[in-house]
């Protein structure tokens, strides 16, 4: 029903930057959140940040002041720009989606992941 294409993935040298776009195509009646989780080799999934309906957001301690989470309803696009990175940034990013139906049903979506390198 819902696709997400996750893209801007790469190698970085630390300090650089990078720009990860997820664009979710299909019939999205409402988006409530949406989020970018991350996952490293060995590693549990986890919260990078997350942009709420209310606009309110939502940050992992470790990416506070160098990330920047933002949505476009309208164009039903996600963004997250990734400042001065750091190789601990290093893992798949994967990008998330929680919509409503008229029924008010809830659902689910993950993109595809993107690869993020930080190395020099």
């Known amino acids: 029903q819902v696709q997400l294409v996750e893209s801007g993935g790469g190698l970085v040298q630390p300090g650089g930057s990078l720009r990860l776009s997820c664009a979710a195509s299909?019939?999205?009646?409402?988006?409530?959140?949406m989020g970018w989780y991350r996952q490293a080799p060995g590693k549990q999934r986890e919260l990078v940040a997350a942009?709420?309906?209310?606009?309110?957001?939502n940050y992992a301690d470790s990416v506070k002041g160098r990330f920047t989470i933002s949505r476009d309803d309208a164009k039903n696009t996600g963004n997250l720009q990734m400042n001065n990175l750091q190789p601990e940034d290093t893992a798949v990013y994967y990008c998330?989606?929680?919509?409503?139906?008229?029924?008010?049903?809830?659902?689910?979506?993950w993109g595809q992941g993107t690869q993020v390198t930080v190395s020099s």
């Open positions: 998330h989606l929680s919509t409503r139906d008229w029924r008010t049903r809830s659902y689910d979506y």
């Open positions: 299909g019939s999205i009646f409402s988006i409530n959140d």
């Open positions: 942009v709420f309906s209310n606009g309110f957001t």
